[in-house]
């Protein structure tokens, strides 16, 4: 019997990449460019499956075609708000994501940027790079404590767990969780968390936030300037959810007038460019949405990729399908 033909948008892990090949009739993208509505649209019509991730908008210009061949998109990543699943579902297509393997990863890298935006690392690392550091003196880029302060996790799933784990055993933070179901009383006593009813309640309680929630529209702009106005004027907000969470605009104001502490994101609405708006703040610290960029994740992802996808070839469930 003929492999599936499968196409990868991106270049992926060389590892993961020879496995594909081996199990798969795999077309690799060496080139490693996104590809655009058109060549997804031809994509549709020629592969049973494709393995998009968060740079591939898969919306209604990418997807408006009749009766496509694909019957899998199996995602590399865990995130999925760049799938349109109503267009998706319309083909029949299944939709699988990569969770659990990359939650520790982004966890770290999430605790990196709370650590950073507190102790002004990256303010630090910029003046050594200028050669403006004149030397140790008692008043020079004073930060935050970290330890013992109260953390805020909006989204407590997997990632946001782990974030929690990180900051109550770590650096003995106080956790206060906002999840929109319950989270189960044991899962909560794994860090003392205790779980609020609404984000308003949290806000105005916490430190530091982190969101850790998924992007898509119900969730733009979740964080607003009615709710950047709920956070304490020191306290911190971090983003390695997704770009959109945050609206941008309200941030840099909270930003240039001091409303807030400071910010350290992740993840950009319309990334990679960024809001020139969101460039000059000394206060913001920000990364090239390096989540989970480390060679363990990134294989980890891709192996994930590849069981969901030998599943649904062998008639079985895949285990991370998501619609
Ligand atoms: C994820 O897994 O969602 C990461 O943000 C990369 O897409």
Redesign the pocket.
Known sequence: MAKPRVLVTRRWPAAVEARLAEAFDVRLNTADKPLAPEDFRAAMRDYDAILP??TDKLGAPALDIDKPQVRILAN????YSHIDLDSVGRHGIVVTN?PDV?SEC?ADLAMTLLLMVARRAGEGERELRAGQWTGWRPTHLVGTKVSGKTLGIIGYGRIGQEMARRAHHGFGMKILAYNRSPVAPEVLAQCQATQVASIDELLPQCDFVSLHCPGGAANRHLINSRRLGLMRPDAFLINTARGEVIDEMALSHALWFESIGGAALD?FDGEPNINPALRDSDRLVMLP?L??ATREAREA?GFRVLDNLEDFFAGRAPRDRVN
């Open positions: 991730t968060v590399y990543g865990v995130g990569t990359l982004t993840v949405h989540g989970s992802m």
